[in-house]
């Protein structure tokens, strides 16, 4: 079987190569001629324990490819990022739009396209739109009881956790939701390539929700746990503490608060839910505010602490320990972090260091700070840790004399 991955970025790649490994000739599509260039190379424009290994021996053998330029396929994957945009975080669909344009001119009877990236429900029939539009001589599937297709069109979403993706692709269950069932049936057979997991059938509506579903379920027991940590620190009670005891009842299990959340991934999806169904999704909605609202509140714990350093003469030194979204890996996607630091910069009322040990620069918008080694950081005159990444363990024993906020656990 041939593949075409529409996106090769954290997740795209990983599922091109993972096609490519169990023995499929794939060609990934990419905009970015950064990403072609590294991944013909046989390396990766991104961090993600594992892959790079597998992308050289699978590029080496021919198996994969990167492009700009679509080919006819058997099956097309589309990968792409989906943000939203403006206040009200309407979602943006123009990414996948333009991915169906682009491979709409080589689809070919008996082809399947599959929808892969995160998206509010509707959004594969929308996709079917496009790609009707741009070939008016295909039979595309309206609806669950059409028969007489010429594409099978299916949604896939992924669920496998940064740093761990190349095991989880092929290990985790899957829902496959097809326009038709003959599509999911298609697509199935797809999946079947690499995929060790049950691949659970249903229809493209209910697989889009079912994705949002679980982000936003996880979103709510984070913004628990995180307004937890706002209670506490209000009436002086250790939250770390707090939830420990708490999670030795028989059903309760407290997720631990950090500086808020990101990723395109739970700082996302749920306002997908909140946009289709805002007068219902209440508890989806006050969850991302609790959540969007964590940064705000570490700026001005920052400040406070600087503030108790008393007058130095100069500017003070705040050094920021952690830059992505979770630990251990290098995407910035809708990292609170960033948005922290940002924040800090922005004031000039400090010299901001940072440090971030899987980014080589740092972002445009902090070119006012200074991307500093971990070994430097004693030259700070307050430390705040932002993301537990493994290389900051122990830390807080190096740094004893140095004025510490941790806004994570686990350091």
Known sequence: MKVSVSGLGYIGLPT????????????????????????????IHIVEPGLEEIVKKVVASGHLKASNT???????????????????????LS???????????????GNVVILESTSPVGATEQMVEWLAEQRPDLNFPKSATDENIDIYVAYCPERVLPGQVV???VENDRTIGGITPACTQKAKAVYQIFVKGDLLETNARTAEMTKLTENAFRDVNIAFANELSLISDRLDINVWELIKLANHHPRVNILQPGAGVGGHCIAVDPWFIVNKTPDLARMVDTARKVNDHKPEWVVKKIEQAVEQLG???????????????????????????????E???????????IVEPNIDTIPQKLNAAKLIEQNDVNEADL?????????????????????ILSFVSDI
Not at 21 to 42: E, F, K, M, P, R
Not at 70 to 89: Q, W
Not at 312 to 341: H, T, Y
């Open 16 to 43: 091109a190569t993972m096609f490519a490994h169990y023995g499929a000739t794939v060609i990934g599509l990419d905009v970015n001629q950064h990403a072609i260039d590294t991944i013909n190379q046989g390396r």
């Open 70 to 92: 679509a080919e006819e396929a058997d099956a097309f994957l589309i990968a792409v990022p989906t943000p939203f945009k403006g206040e009200d975080h309407t979602p943006d």
């Open 95 to 109: 990414y996948i739009q333009a991915a169906a344009k682009a491979i709409a001119p080589v689809l070919q009877k």
């Open 167 to 169: 095991r989880e692709l």
């Open 311 to 341: 007058d130095l003469g100069r500017k003070p030194k705040v050094a920021l320990l952690g830059l992505a979204f979770k630990p251990n890996i290098d995407d910035l996607r809708e990292s609170p972090a960033i948005e922290i630091a």
């Open 343 to 353: 924040k800090v910069v922005e004031k000039s009322l400090y010299e901001v260091l």
């Open 383 to 403: 430390v705040a840790i932002l993301v537990n990444h493994s290389q900051f363990a122990n830390l807080q024993n190096q740094l004893a004399e140095k004025s």
